[in-house]
């Protein structure tokens, strides 16, 4: 009988006895070596060949082309673009800043807060100064137990600490301005939240300045919410039109008819979340006493929260003081489930992975609560608001039922927590049946499916912008601490190498993250040299150790280092593409192209080409660039027109933007004439010598 070639006794024959047979031997097992290998290399070699490839503005990569492009229209919506309405569109010149909409005047902290927080790790000049003048209507304005705040109805004296439901220059509204104003308690989770999307900024930031400027008022915001916590349990007590959300909540509706005071679970949960963050501010300040401070009292808030959770995970809405729960979902009374301080407990860290993923469980078993791929407050409808649910108040029109892409902002940033990407595949693809009408509307009426001001040609809030912010930062989620940043990728298992096209803030230095393979991380370079602190789920970046510009590149289950783009200095293009002649309704604009053209050569010439007063005039021209070629891309047939009368509207809102970023950035340097400052006094004279237009 033959000896099977590959068994141990022909191995050790063919060694011993060197024959012809035995070199036929070797020569044969080693051509079956060639061809099992060979076999094993050839089809990864022709799926790599076959590979799918994307290359967008933002974002390049291979494999899942449909994700890439998602995600490459979800960052192009925060610069000038032809094709989509986009955050340039939101300047006012009112508070040189960002504005809630063309028909909200104001800054509202819920309506900002998916978007702003979700949005800051990318965002960079001139919008990070737009955001700070909006959100210095907050904190300028702030409660001192003597400010009045809006004329009447609105001219509450607000106690020291708290913020608002919204601002404007000389206004501000320290409780919900809609519905039952005369009851409602003062703007509770609303400080809490705004707390959190400034220590967020200042946190990436890293500015000295600018962090001793406003901890102090962070600390008074965070002095505010301790007056509510109930030593008894460690939960915090809000009235009526106290939540993020407001004026769903009605608070505690005592025995009596009147409303109080009930434990809301929002308000602990958004708490925490700023103390997060307040506590690396503290380290980042050096003051050791209130880092043991908040830490203390972040400790106490986690544990009270506890008592707020089902036995199945979730956290309900509220608890009255005697006892009732409101959020039990199937309960006979209050039976409706609550959704934002279930996701929000996601997307800002503040459950484990393991109770992540039972609310996260418990929201899928409700196919009503995103019955258009959008999340939605609450199912179904409250029986506990102060008012009947009819009206505006009927459930899926505003607060109770309808939809709001804050929320969802925040949902998205759950769903990449837990690798839940196809959730958030479907509500960027809903997102964008409005984006494509120039239909950003918020709230969404009908359950997420209708626009809130359809008699609006076209519809712009600020709000809208969440969901795509949220595409964006879920990637790597981005965590900062005093000592650093850690990235955790969250990348879509059918995406097999990404790299973003532009950078991620770190202070003033600049990462530019790529990433390739799948499964846990293998190997991370930095500037093409092997950095060593990470693991298999994350990467830890401390910013003592990390360059002015680093090409962080992460790799997953073995891959190779790959070739990637080189980095641009910024986003907002130097070398304008605008036609000589202008269309005959755009020729007004050609003085102040030259100025400004004018204006950044001088600037760069004075080394200044990377400050926000370039980016600003970069932006301005950036916007009429759009314009120009959204009138080329429509009058070629390359981009569907809108339906009359949102087409004008459209083209009119390009126009717009275009303006007020001229005027505004105008009007800036013109102030600067007689500042204390001599850079800005400077920046005023570079301005005038390359033809500053009068007033």
């Not at 094709?83 to 006012?92: G, H, I, K, V």
């Not at 209507?137 to 607000?158: C, E, K, S, Y």
């Not at 919410?225 to 505690?252: H, K, Q, V």
Request: charged letters at 20%; glycine letters at 8%.
């Amino acid at each position: 009988m033959t000896t099977p070639l590959f068994s141990a006794a022909a191995r050790r024959k063919v060694i011993k006895h060197p024959t012809t047979r035995a070199r036929r031997a070797r020569r044969l097992l080693g051509g079956l070596r060639l061809v099992v290998l060979l076999g094993l290399l050839a089809p990864s070699r022709g799926l790599a060949a076959r590979e799918p490839q994307f290359t967008g503005r933002f974002f390049r990569g291979k494999g899942d082309v449909e994700y890439l492009r998602l995600l490459d229209t979800a960052r192009r919506m925060f610069l000038p673009d032809p094709a989509y309405q986009n955050l340039a569109m939101l300047y006012t010149t009112n508070w040189n800043g960002l504005i809630e909409g063309p028909t909200w005047d104001a800054w509202w902290i819920q309506n900002s807060y998916g978007t702003t927080y979700a949005a800051l790790p990318f965002l960079g000049e001139p919008f990070t100064t737009f955001l700070q003048n909006a959100q210095d209507l907050w904190f300028d304005q702030m409660g001192d137990g003597r400010r009045r705040g809006a004329p009447p109805p609105f001219d509450w004296v607000g106690p020291d600490g708290v913020l608002c439901d919204a601002a404007r220059p000389g206004w501000i509204v320290y409780k919900q301005g809609d519905g039952r104003t005369a009851i409602h308690d003062w703007g509770m989770e609303f400080t809490a939240a705004g707390t959190l999307l400034q220590a967020e900024l200042l946190l990436i930031s890293r500015d000295p300045l600018a962090l001793a400027h406003y901890l102090p008022k962070l600390e008074r915001c965070a002095n505010f919410i301790e007056t509510r916590r109930d030593p008894t349990n460690n939960l915090f007590l809000a009235g009526p039109a106290g939540n993020l959300l407001a004026p769903s909540y009605a608070g505690w509706h005592k025995p009596d008819g009147t409303y109080g005071q009930a434990y809301l679970t929002g308000l602990s949960v958004t708490y925490i979340a700023a103390l997060d963050r307040l506590i690396e501010l503290e380290k980042l300040a050096g003051r050791a006493d209130q880092v043991a401070t908040y830490g203390r009292r972040r400790a106490a808030a986690r544990a009270g929260l506890a008592t707020l959770r089902t036995p199945e995970g979730y956290f309900i809405r509220s608890l009255d003081p005697d006892g009732v729960k409101h959020g039990v979902f199937g309960a006979a009374q209050h039976g409706y489930f609550e959704t934002s301080p279930n996701h929000d407990a996601i997307a800002f860290r503040i459950v484990s992975d393991a109770s992540a993923e039972h609310i996260y469980q418990t929201i899928a078993a409700i196919p009503q609560l995103r019955p258009y791929d959008f999340i939605l407050p609450n199912y179904p409808s409250y029986d506990d608001m102060y008012e009947k649910p009819e009206g505006l108040w009927a459930y899926g029109t505003w607060v109770n039922g309808g939809h709001w892409s804050t929320c969802e902002g925040r949902m998205i940033l759950a769903y990449y927590r837990l690798g839940k990407f196809e959730d958030a595949r479907r509500s960027m693809r809903r997102l964008l049946t409005f984006a494509d009408r120039f239909r950003l509307d918020n709230p969404l009426t009908h359950r997420g499916s209708e626009v809130y001001q359809p008699n609006q040609p076209i519809n712009l809030c600020y709000d809208s912008f969440a969901p795509a912010a949220a595409m964006v930062r879920g990637l790597f989620e981005y965590l900062y601490h005093a000592d650093g940043l850690t990235l955790i990728p969250h990348i879509p298992p059918g995406i097999t190498e990404l790299e973003q096209r532009f950078p991620i803030r770190f202070g003033p230095k600049q990462l530019w993250l790529s990433l390739a393979g799948r499964g846990p991380i293998t190997e991370v370079r930095l500037n093409h040299q092997r950095w060593k602190q990470y693991d298999a789920q994350s990467v830890f970046l401390p910013y003592d150790e990390v360059p002015a510009v680093a090409r962080v590149q992460i790799l997953r289950g073995g891959v190779q280092p790959f070739a990637t783009l080189t980095p641009s200095a910024t986003l907002l293009p130097t070398d304008h593409r605008l036609p000589r002649e202008l269309p005959p309704d755009l020729t007004a604009f050609r003085p102040r192209v030259m100025w400004l053209e004018q204006f950044l050569r001088r600037l760069e010439a004075a080394g200044q080409g990377a400050s926000y007063e370039a980016a600003h005039a970069r932006l301005a021209l950036a916007s009429l660039e759009a314009l120009v070629q959204r009138r080329g891309l429509l009058a070629e047939g390359k981009l569907k027109a809108l339906p009359p009368p949102s087409s004008a509207a459209a083209d009119q809102a390009y126009v717009a933007a275009a303006t007020k970023l001229c005027a505004g950035l105008e009007a800036l340097l013109r102030s600067y004439a007689d500042a204390p400052q001599p850079e800005r006094r400077k920046l005023f004279e570079l301005a005038t010598a390359a033809g500053l237009p009068p007033p």
